[in-house]
T-cell receptor, first 112, second 115 residues
Framework: GQQLNQSPQSMFIQEGEDVSMNCTSS?????WLWYKQDPGEGPVLLIA?????ELTSNGRLTAQFGITRKDSFLNISASIPSDVGIYFC????????????FGKGTKLSVKP | SAVISQKPSRDICQRGTSLTIQCQVD?????MFWYRQQPGQSLTLIAT?????????ESGFVIDKFPISRPNLTFSTLTVSNMSPEDSSIYLC????????????FGEGSRLTVL
């Protein structure tokens, strides 16, 4: 099936540092979404992107929909301990029935 | 967005038994999906729950193993049948509030452990 390549797989950073993660695919997507999942919880939507080139912010989070429509990145500025969790990218293929394909996740650890 | 309630939140089950997970949404939604998240893994779509008709299953998932119901626009169930330890996973209900594209919102998941 379709695959999203998400990297890095994990990150261990110091509080206050900026973080960057990305997803790439060989296929074109018409929607990119970024989710965060805390232990024992369902994924929570952070940012949704609908147009190639779109750059959207949500507080300290910024995400972009790549111009080629085959990639997206998520940046977190000035990380804090509560940023810890697993971040997933997800994309929707054109013509799909509305379901999302998920990346394998980036596990973020923040050292105070 | 939508408030999505799943029951049970967790359960420990015996091999060979079946368990039904319920998903209740606080408003009518256009689409409901069931995902599986195996330990330490990403999310994989099991099926799209269609209101009033048979669910649409993804490759690798079959109705006999994962029967799904969706009697109305706010409720769906997923049954995991004849469970084996390999079925130990988090099962997540997700919904799209309007239209066919855009954001999916997730319930908190049902964590099943099969002994």
């Amino acid at each position: 099936g379709q695959q999203l390549n998400q990297s890095p797989q994990s990150m261990f950073i110091q509080e206050g540092e900026d973080v960057s993660m990305n997803c790439t695919s060989s296929s074109i997507f018409n929607t990119w979404l970024w989710y965060k999942q805390d232990p024992g919880e369902g994924p929570v939507l952070l940012i949704a992107l609908y147009k190639a080139g779109e750059l959207t912010s949500n507080g300290r989070l910024t995400a972009q929909f790549g111009i080629t429509r085959k990639d997206s990145f998520l940046n977190i500025s000035a990380s804090i301990p509560s940023d810890v969790g697993i971040y997933f990218c997800a994309g929707q293929l054109p013509g799909s029935q509305g379901n999302l394909i998920f990346g394998k996740g980036t596990k973020l650890s923040v050292k105070p | 967005s939508a408030v999505i309630s799943q029951k049970p939140s967790r359960d420990i089950c015996q091999r060979g038994t079946s368990l039904t997970i319920q998903c209740q949404v606080d408003s009518q939604v256009t689409m409901m999906f069931w995902y599986r998240q195996q330990p330490g893994q990403s999310l994989t779509l099991i099926a799209t729950a269609n209101q009033g008709s048979e669910a649409t299953y993804e490759s690798g998932f079959v109705i006999d193993k994962f029967p799904i119901s969706r009697p109305n626009l706010t409720f769906s169930t997923l049954t995991v049948s004849n469970m084996s330890p390999e079925d130990s996973s988090i099962y997540l209900c997700s919904v799209r509030v309007t239209g066919l594209t855009g954001e999916l919102f997730f319930g908190e998941g049902s964590r099943l452990t099969v002994l």
